[in-house]
Nanobody
Framework: QVQLVESGGGSVQAGGSLRLSCAAS????????MGWYRQAPEKQRELVAH???????DYAESVKGRFTISRDNNENTIYLQMNSLKPEDTGVYYC???????WGQGTQVTVSS
């Protein structure tokens, strides 16, 4: 089992920045990649960004150039730096692992115009 604890959500005006963190504990040796998905009201959950142990990254087109994902392998923690936030970035952000899927409890990000 893997436990994921997220932090760093909140409310910000458009153009602002937030930083999310996700710390993994438990059987972390089974984790190859960690990342973030988000879900807006009445929409499907979608990939935001993922990063593997070898630092390979995968970003949604909508966040490229604005969001940066990073990873501290020693601490089994990932970070998502979100800049130039837009109202359409609003949603619940969930930490996620691969290849065995575990999910965090989610953290709310609200961007007002």
């Amino acid at each position: 089992q893997v436990q994921l604890v997220e932090s760093g959500g909140g409310s910000v005006q458009a153009g602002g920045s937030l930083r999310l963190s996700c710390a993994a504990s438990g059987n972390t040796f089974s984790i190859w990649s960690m990342g973030w998905y988000r879900q807006a009201p009445e929409k499907q959950r979608e990939l935001v960004a993922h990063i593997s142990r070898d630092a390979t990254t995968d970003y949604a087109e909508s966040v490229k150039g604005r969001f940066t994902i990073s990873r501290d392998n020693n601490e089994n923690t990932i970070y998502l730096q979100m800049n130039s936030l837009k109202p359409e970035d609003t949603g619940v952000y969930y930490c996620h692992t691969r290849p065995y899927e575990y999910w965090g409890q989610g953290t709310q990000v609200t961007v007002s115009s």
